[in-house]
T-cell receptor
Framework: ETGVTQTPRHLVMGMTNKKSLKCEQH?????MYWYKQSAKKPLELMFV???????ENNSVPSRFSPECPNSSHLFLHLHTLQPEDSALYLC???????????FGSGTRLTVV | GIQVEQSPPDLILQEGANSTLRCNFSDSVNNLQWFHQNPWGQLINLFYIPSGTKQNGRLSATTVATERYSLLYISSSQTTDSGVYFCAVEYVNYGGSQGNLIFGKGTKLSVKP
């Protein structure tokens, strides 16, 4: 374990389902991030939270809804997804500017 | 926005060989990290290297920020080194208190026994 835990590891959902991805960090970091990794594409930054406040939304469709109840937990709520949303979703945390990132193991999402 | 280019995109090595992976970036950045992604998707931080040279076992990295590139050296490669190596650069976004990582497309390394 790296200190950043993501659940579930794998998720298959239909286009009409609602599901949530969970991320938890035990490193005392202040910032948490969601990244999306699709086949043959660079990792894309989706959302950034700093001290529980969302500081960046990288033009992500509204069918992805993040939630950060405290500095240790981050959720990504999913609803009415499309097959092209199938990807590896990675969570990361950092202390802040000038600090390295620690990534979780990711959730591999398949939308059918 | 900042562009991050990695080369080569694919690399096949025989076990025991050495290799150099390159990362070019298009603008001044504050920090740079190298990651290894294993076959299960886990991203492992290898180096946090805004400038200078660092070494960790068979791996070493050098960043020349003024010339906007970084190099990752792998010596005496092993089959467990296989995976994708990513370079990521950091820019400041929120009041200077945090950075956001922008990733290159990665170099896929396959080490054959």
């Amino acid at each position: 374990e790296t200190g950043v835990t993501q659940t579930p590891r794998h998720l298959v959902m239909g286009m009409t389902n609602k599901k949530s991805l969970k991320c938890e960090q035990h490193l005392g970091h202040n910032a948490m991030y969601w990244y999306k990794q699709s086949a043959k594409k660079p990792l894309e930054l989706m959302f950034v939270y700093n001290f529980k406040e969302q500081t960046e939304n990288n033009s992500v469709p509204s069918r992805f809804s993040p939630e950060c109840p405290n500095s240790s937990h981050l959720f990504l709520h999913l609803h009415t997804l499309q097959p092209e949303d199938s990807a590896l979703y990675l969570c990361a945390s950092s202390q802040g500017y000038g600090d390295g990132y620690t990534f979780g193991s990711g959730t591999r999402l398949t939308v059918v | 926005g900042i562009q991050v280019e990695q080369s080569p995109p694919d690399l096949i090595l025989q076990e025991g060989a050495n290799s150099t992976l390159r990362c070019n970036f298009s603008d001044s950045v504050n920090n740079l990290q190298w990651f290894h992604q294993n076959p299960w998707g886990q991203l492992i931080n290898l180096f946090y290297i805004p400038s200078g040279t660092k070494q960790n076992g068979r791996l070493s990295a050098t960043t020349v920020a003024t010339e906007r590139y970084s190099l990752l050296y792998i010596s005496s490669s092993q089959t467990t080194d296989s995976g994708v190596y990513f370079c990521a650069v950091e820019y400041v976004n929120y009041g200077g208190s945090q950075g956001n990582l922008i990733f290159g497309k990665g170099t896929k390394l396959s080490v054959k026994p």
